[in-house]
């Protein structure tokens, strides 16, 4: 004697095999992508220091012995610090140093980056400090 089961409980426990399975992988996939747009976010805050703090420098070198040109440098990199969190943006300000008659102005920031996922924070660290120093010559 066989045993058949009905078609229809065979369907419905492929049915429940198959959410189960998606249940168990949304979450891996999920946690992938989030991770790539906390990467991405990282990279960005990254790439808006580092400009920042060239545009420090630049100006720095470009109005050099003008009057408050040191405070007019950390504010031209702190406008075009768009994009992340300003409090944990520190530009230090810009100085002068001359090395074989030549006058270099270096300037120098960092960022804390504070990612959302969990994985990015346990791989990397949380907060991610990011640090960036440049010198321009003046003149």
Do not use: C, K
Not at 81 to 105: E, F, K, M
Not at 110 to 123: D, E, I, N, Q
């Amino acid at each position: 004697m066989f045993l058949l089961e009905d078609a229809s409980a065979v369907r419905t426990r492929g049915a429940g095999q198959a959410l189960v399975e998606f249940a168990l992988m949304v979450s891996v996939f999920m946690l992938l992508v989030l991770g790539t747009f906390d990467m991405a976010r990282a990279y960005l805050a990254y790439t808006v220091t580092s400009n920042a703090v060239r545009e420090v420098a630049r100006y720095g070198a470009a109005h050099y012995g003008q009057v408050n040109w040191q405070a007019n440098a950390q504010q031209a990199g702190r406008n075009l610090a768009v994009g992340v969190d300003s409090t944990n943006l520190q530009l230090a300000q810009p100085t002068q140093r001359t090395i074989d008659g030549l006058t270099y102005i270096s300037a120098s920031g960092s960022y804390s980056f504070h990612s959302v996922t969990p994985l990015v924070g346990a791989l990397l660290g949380n907060p991610i400090n990011m640090q960036v120093a440049t010198a321009v010559l003046a003149g």
